[in-house]
């Protein structure tokens, strides 16, 4: 098939074409309440055709391999047609050959599906043992990926992914008062990863209960700590995104907002993407333009030094691809995406962190997060007040939003404890979701953040 | 219903037939999608993109319990018939039988004037909007998509069903980014409609309008105040409502609404359909995912709650009948949902609103939306385009402001329903005047 391909290919007069093949095989294990909700298995393949031609693309994308030939044809002429009178190339790099397997101790794909359901079941029942709790949801999903990528310049690389993971939802209620709470693990490195949660699935029935009778949030503007996974959130949602390259070439203004070398934060705060770290869940050796991944410092004491590139990208802005382009499966092209995001670690304590705050914020884990360029908005999943340098009570419903540029400078604080999430789900762009990523950071302390409320 | 069957729609009778010896009762959910998607970046034209994807999910009862599997490899489909019929050693009970043969009412949802539209005219209203656009805002930068597609859904099943309709769909979604001063302005308009639909001369005047005003920041102090919800905000407030009467939530117990039919819960001045009949609807269709006849239902009735919405188990669950609301995509069991959500209109002008307001603003756009507790009708966002209104004037756009509230606090405190209808993804909804709202600047 791979030859067949590359004849094909090798036919089309255009400067560059690409193919993506893929093979999916997973489950998905649902419970909501006391009932098995989905056990779903499935098979699932597909690929995609890419043509590039003086800046312009052309792509189609498809279930049935049998007209592939024909699909190839379409992409070559379109970029064609397009191209005309336009100007664009794709940054240099040299075609990689490679076969990469995965080989975990662990295989999630091998383990019964009986042992997959008797887990979630497990803590879902052990959610649902409280008179307080109204609904629970357990999810389990696991998926075997297996992706061809071959282009006309020769490159000819195979590599499989494993993800697993599962996620719990505890909804307490009280009359109208329903609460909510979250919490997932995930990433590529086995099953094990799913095991033995019982303690966290305690903590998120408690945390639900608890915040039936937490206080809402009084609006306003707090001195914020984050914990490391809502500082992930934040790093990800709020700079992360603005460092995806892609938008940036095409504008001057934008390119001059997003100047390198420019300060975007205090000396302490470092901020870095990283494609190439094993057992992440966003872990990959080559993105979806056989660019291998590696470790990208986005912000170097404070410095903006670099950022996230595809090959057009990179080649736009006469930088060097970062091995970002990425497409969440065969049915989109790929695009420039994140990866393992973070903020390198810091020296202060948690204690040293809330020691000077007389009135605050501590805001754990996020519910969700979105941004509109230099906008953000994200939600934390629980918080506490902090009151004379002590953690206070809980409150809820806690939203915290603002400017990036402003609130990456009042970033005053980082802790001296990285922790990378993953979890289940993963990023959305151009209605590409879920891109599997982590993203992480230690705890940060933030000024002058402001949160909605009543 | 007489349509040419396509090389794997042959397969479905072979599968089904085989289904028929291995399980009790069986469903086929075969869907169809070829979208044709043009992108214009940075005011020029950027790629030409077509798609075409097929698959099919398998439900099967076997002993009274349900399973499922799904493909988009055909040729899998023997192994996909097994995994069904094993996931039916651990499933749910079924508590309902797939429905037999039903009389559907005619609703059209296929429009050949989409499948007429040729990528080279699609690329000439591009460059015409970008071309009027950038006459007014010459340092704009404006990406366009335009997508067209084309599915069709079929459900077939062991009690002797087999239907199918096909539907068109086009969206065209505009965006303006300006940067001012360091500050970036964001201006977008989204159309949708199984009709062909372009970007007219009023759509862009709006826009345009919008950018003008845009580029005057003024002060706001955080307050109760008067607030104007355009309709592109109406589904924060309504996705509370259509989360609230999801069957499988009240089913769960986890509504607040789970107890409160035919109670009056908001303004008296407020009636909301679900409406799969929808002329010309974005969610439009004669039956639902399980091959339910669809129909007009209503949420509520002059503020008071009238309906849940229910597929074929969860409706069984709770000894009621399905309501026609099973959604979902070939990889997914049925679960309810909302087709079209169409509020009534009241008889305000958005012009007079506005001129009505000593202090408060009016919200074009927020982010944040769904990550408030959205069941208990909590919502806090951030309002990325929204203008302050002084003395019933706009009087410029205002920044780092938090919108919060309650979606039934608030539409029961309604000043003013507008009277024109806009269409927002499936919400078919005016514009909502709301006297007092907490507003968080800084």
Redesign the interface.
């Known amino acids: 098939m791979r030859e067949r391909i590359k004849r094909m290919v090798s036919k089309e007069k255009v400067p560059f074409i690409e193919v993506h093949l893929e093979e999916r095989e997973g489950v998905e294990i649902y419970y909501v309440g006391k009932e098995l909700e989905s056990l779903n298995q499935f098979i699932d393949i597909g690929g995609n055709v890419r043509a590039f031609s003086n800046g312009i693309w052309s792509f189609a994308s498809f279930n049935s391999f049998d007209e592939l030939e024909s699909h190839i044809h379409f992409v070559a002429r379109e970029a064609r047609l397009g191209s005309k009178g336009r100007r664009g190339r794709l940054a240099k790099i040299k075609p990689y050959v490679d076969e990469v397997t995965v080989k975990l101790d662990d295989d999630p794909i091998k383990v019964p599906i009986n042992e997959k359901i008797k887990i979630a079941k497990s803590y879902n029942s052990r959610i649902l043992r409280s008179k307080k709790i109204q609904s629970s949801k357990v999810m389990y999903e696991d998926l075997f990926q297996r992706r061809f990528y071959i282009n006309s310049e020769g490159a000819d690389i195979v590599e499989e992914k494993i993800y697993c993971g599962i996620s719990f939802t505890a909804l307490a209620k009280d009359g109208m008062n329903v609460q909510m709470i979250h919490k997932s693990k995930g990433d590529t490195s086995g099953f094990h990863i799913v095991k033995g949660l019982e303690g966290e699935v305690e903590e998120v029935k408690k945390d639900a209960i608890d915040l039936l009778k937490a206080e809402k949030v009084k609006a306003g503007v707090y001195t914020v700590v984050a914990d490391p996974l809502l500082a992930g959130v934040f790093v990800h949602e709020a700079f992360g995104h603005l460092s995806e390259a892609d938008f940036v070439y095409m504008n001057k203004k934008m390119q001059k907002i997003m100047q390198l070398g420019k300060r975007f934060g205090e000396s302490n705060l470092t901020i870095v993407d990283d494609g190439s770290m094993r057992g992440e869940r966003g872990f990959y050796k080559y993105d979806d333009e056989g660019v291998p991944s590696q470790k990208n410092y986005l912000i170097k004491k404070g410095i903006l030094v670099g950022r996230l590139h595809s090959r057009e990208s990179a080649a736009n802005m006469s930088e060097e691809p970062s091995g970002n382009a990425r497409s969440i499966n065969y049915r989109f092209p790929p695009i420039v995406r994140m990866s393992n995001t973070y903020i390198a670690k810091g020296n202060m304590t948690f204690d040293e962190l809330i020691g000077d705050i007389d009135q605050g914020i501590y805001a754990v884990r996020a519910r969700g997060g979105q941004t509109e360029l230099e906008m953000f908005t994200f939600s934390s999943a629980k918080a506490y007040l902090i009151k004379d340098g002590k953690i206070g009570p809980m409150i809820r419903d806690v939203i915290l939003t603002g400017n990036v540029f402003e609130t990456l400078k009042n970033i005053d604080g980082i802790g001296n404890d990285v922790h990378l999430h993953g979890g289940l789900g993963g990023c959305g762009k151009n209605s590409q979701f879920p891109l599997p990523v982590s993203d992480g950071g230690p705890h940060i302390r933030i000024r002058n953040v402001v949160i909605g409320g009543e | 219903m007489g349509n040419k069957l396509e090389k794997s729609e042959e397969k479905l009778v072979e599968i089904l037939d085989k289904a028929k010896k291995i399980v009790d009762e069986a469903e086929i959910l075969w869907i169809k999608v070829k979208e044709f998607p043009v992108i214009f970046?940075?005011n020029?034209?950027?790629?030409?993109?077509?798609?075409?994807?097929?698959?099919l999910g398998i439900r099967v009862i076997n002993k009274g319990k349900l399973?499922?599997?799904?493909?988009?490899?055909?040729e899998?489909c023997g192994?996909?018939l097994d995994?069904a019929k094993?996931?039916t050693k651990?499933?749910?009970s079924a508590q309902f039988v797939f429905p037999i043969k039903t009389t559907l009412r005619p609703v059209k949802t296929f429009f050949n004037s989409v499948k007429k539209i040729t990528?080279d005219e699609i690329k000439e209203h591009c460059t015409y909007v970008i071309k009027e656009i950038l006459k007014k805002e010459p340092?704009a930068?404006v990406d366009v998509k335009y997508k067209m597609s084309e599915r069709t859904i079929r459900i077939t099943n062991t009690k002797g069903l087999d239907i199918n309709y096909k539907k068109t769909l086009v969206s065209i979604y505009v965006v303006i980014?300006l940067?001012i001063d360091?500050?970036?302005i964001?201006i977008s308009k989204v159309k949708a409609s199984p009709k062909k639909t372009i970007i007219n001369k009023e759509d862009l005047r709006q826009l345009l309008e919008k950018a003008e005003l845009a580029k005057k920041v003024v002060p706001i102090d955080?307050g109760e105040m008067s607030v104007i919800f355009m309709p592109s905000v109406m589904p924060i407030p309504l996705s509370s409502f259509t989360t609230g009467v999801n069957g499988?939530l009240v089913q769960?117990?986890?509504s607040?609404l789970k107890d409160k039919k035919n109670r009056k819960l908001i303004d008296r001045s407020v009636t909301i359909h679900d409406d799969a009949l929808l002329k010309e609807g974005v969610a439009t269709r004669p039956f639902d995912r399980e091959g339910i006849a669809s129909r007009r239902i209503p949420i509520f009735k002059n503020g008071i709650l009238k309906n849940f919405l229910f597929d074929l188990q969860t409706a069984g669950l709770l000894r009621q009948k399905s309501t026609g609301s099973a959604v979902r995509d070939y990889?997914?069991?049925p679960c309810p949902g909302i087709s079209n959500i169409v509020v009534s209109p009241g008889e305000w002008s958005v012009a007079d609103m506005v001129k009505d307001i000593k202090n408060g603003i009016i919200v074009h756009n927020v982010?944040?939306g769904?990550?408030?507790?959205i069941?208990?009708?909590?919502f806090?966002?951030?309002v990325?385009l929204g203008f302050r209104i002084k003395n019933g004037k706009i009087i410029g756009r205002v920044?780092?402001t938090?919108?919060?509230g309650n979606a039934?606090d608030v539409m029961s405190n309604i000043e003013g329903i507008g009277k024109r209808i806009e269409s927002i993804g499936c919400f078919y909804t005016p514009a909502f005047y709301f006297k007092s709202l907490?507003v968080?600047g800084?």
Do not use: H, V
């Open positions: 970046k940075a020029r034209f950027y790629t030409a993109e077509k798609k075409d994807f097929e698959g399973g499922f599997a799904n493909t988009t490899k055909i899998a192994a996909i995994y094993s996931a651990f499933g749910e990528t340092d930068k980014l940067i360091d500050s970036i964001w955080s499988k769960k117990g986890a607040p990889d997914e069991m982010i944040g769904g990550q408030s507790n069941l208990a009708g909590d806090s966002c951030n990325s920044k780092d938090m919108i919060a039934y907490n968080i800084r």
